[in-house]
Antibody, heavy 121, light 109 residues
Framework: QVQLVESGGGLVKPGGSLRLSCVAS????????MSWFRQAPGKGLEWISYITNRDSYTDFADSVTGRFSISRDNAKNSLFLQMNGLRVDDTAVYYC??????????????WGPGTLVTVSS | DIQLTQSPSLLSASVGDRVTITCRAS??????LAWYQQKPGQAPKLLVYAASSLLSGVPSRFSGSGSGTEFTLTISSLQPEDSATYYCQQLSTYPRGFTFGPGTKVHIK
């Protein structure tokens, strides 16, 4: 079945770095654009990054621009989020999600179970 | 930036009740809006896309409607397993933004 699984979360000190991975299965990964989202403890959902299926276009939320980068390895069905200069307010569960496009409409399905990133001294 | 508001923020209803959640946008979205359900400790799950298209496999008691700046998610007969937080998401600013509403928590009495 279609599945996404994130990994790489953990505890990191302010200013530190972390690299998240998202492994896809059950579909042709290279056919789909992908995004990362996050959810701070007890808070709502926030989109943070997007990458097209062939790596030709990436974009970021203002809150992470210049600190985070997104990449993918289609041969390994994997999506990555490199997070540098981490701040306490980056503490959240990070989710990857597949973007589906039909005519001019887009939506995200499925989502991975998430990986928790905690930034604390 | 497009802002989304949801009302109510908390909804308490009984099994079998008809429930409606409203999502309002600060700018017109056409029908570029999706609805998600999230249960505690779980990832969001897509329910409705393009404002009114029900994802395959989602129970038919869920329905979405609206266009422009006002949208609704309706649960026609609330079930115990519908206890969750529901979020709307705008996708009109593709390929960036994808703002979410603040969520509506549905509680079963």
């Amino acid at each position: 079945q279609v599945q996404l699984v994130e990994s790489g979360g953990g505890l990191v000190k302010p200013g530190g770095s972390l690299r998240l991975s998202c492994v896809a299965s059950g579909f042709t990964f290279s056919d789909y654009s992908m995004s990362w989202f996050r959810q701070a403890p007890g808070k709502g959902l926030e989109w943070i990054s997007y990458i097209t299926n062939r790596d030709s276009y990436t974009d970021f939320a203002d809150s992470v621009t210049g600190r985070f980068s997104i990449s993918r390895d289609n041969a390994k069905n994997s999506l990555f989020l490199q997070m540098n200069g981490l701040r306490v307010d980056d503490t959240a569960v990070y989710y990857c999600a597949r973007m589906i496009t039909s005519t001019s409409y887009h939506w995200f399905d499925p989502w991975g179970p998430g990986t928790l990133v905690t930034v604390s001294s | 930036d497009i802002q989304l508001t949801q009302s109510p923020s908390l909804l308490s209803a009984s099994v079998g009740d008809r429930v409606t959640i409203t999502c309002r946008a600060s700018q017109g979205l056409n029908t570029f809006l999706a609805w998600y359900q999230q249960k505690p400790g779980q990832a969001p799950k897509l329910l409705v896309y393009a404002a009114s298209s029900l994802l395959s496999g989602v129970p038919s008691r869920f329905s979405g409607s609206g266009s422009g700046t006002e949208f609704t998610l309706t649960i026609s007969s609330l079930q115990p397993e519908d206890s969750a937080t529901y979020y709307c998401q705008q996708l009109s600013t593709y390929p960036r933004g994808f703002t979410f509403g603040p969520g509506t928590k549905v509680h079963i009495k």
